[in-house]
């Protein structure tokens, strides 16, 4: 993320205006279930998706399904904001969407196994709405169905 000092001046005024959405309630369910008995996926906000796949294009709420079993050399970003440098995304894809380091700790037994599928959206949203109301509760929905027990959330 840049600094606001080196923003050109519109671009910082967006930045300080930006609406911040505030909730009355914050979901909670009480954790009960081991780690290495838990189903895990990961969620990131990457504009990450499958080479073939329809790209992410600016301000793009839907997302795309990862499979947990995939070539990370078959995931590609398609992100687009000002302030994402995919430096480090090009040397490692574990930085943004740590296939390898999750797949690592079901062989440890730390974690019991993994979903199916992981799931991708797009970041620097202007307006998050239609995530929050349609395409983040299906998301949550597929999972819920693969009896996903946890969710990391990896935010870029």
Not at 12 to 18: D, G, H, K, N, V
Not at 27 to 36: M, R
Not at 62 to 80: E, M, N, Q
Request: charged share 25%; hydrophobic share 35%.
């Amino acid at each position: 993320m840049p600094r606001l000092d080196q923003l050109s001046e519109i671009q910082r005024q967006s930045a300080l205006y930006f609406p911040c959405f505030e909730h009355d309630i914050t979901p909670w369910v009480p954790w009960d279930k081991e780690l290495s008995q838990s189903t895990i996926a990961l969620v990131s906000s990457a504009g990450l998706h499958m080479r073939g796949d329809r790209p992410f294009s600016g301000g793009d709420p839907s997302y795309r399904v990862i499979p947990s079993d995939s070539d990370p050399a078959d995931v590609i970003d398609s992100h687009t904001s000002i302030g994402w440098d995919r430096t480090g995304l090009y040397r490692d894809l574990n930085l943004a969407f740590p296939l390898d380091r999750t797949r690592e700790l079901v062989d440890r037994n730390v974690i019991g196994s993994l979903a199916q599928d992981y799931y991708s959206f797009m970041g620097a949203q202007r307006d998050p709405r239609k995530i929050i109301e349609e395409t983040a509760p299906q998301a949550a929905e597929a999972m819920h169905a693969q009896d996903v027990d946890l969710v990391l959330l990896v935010p870029v």
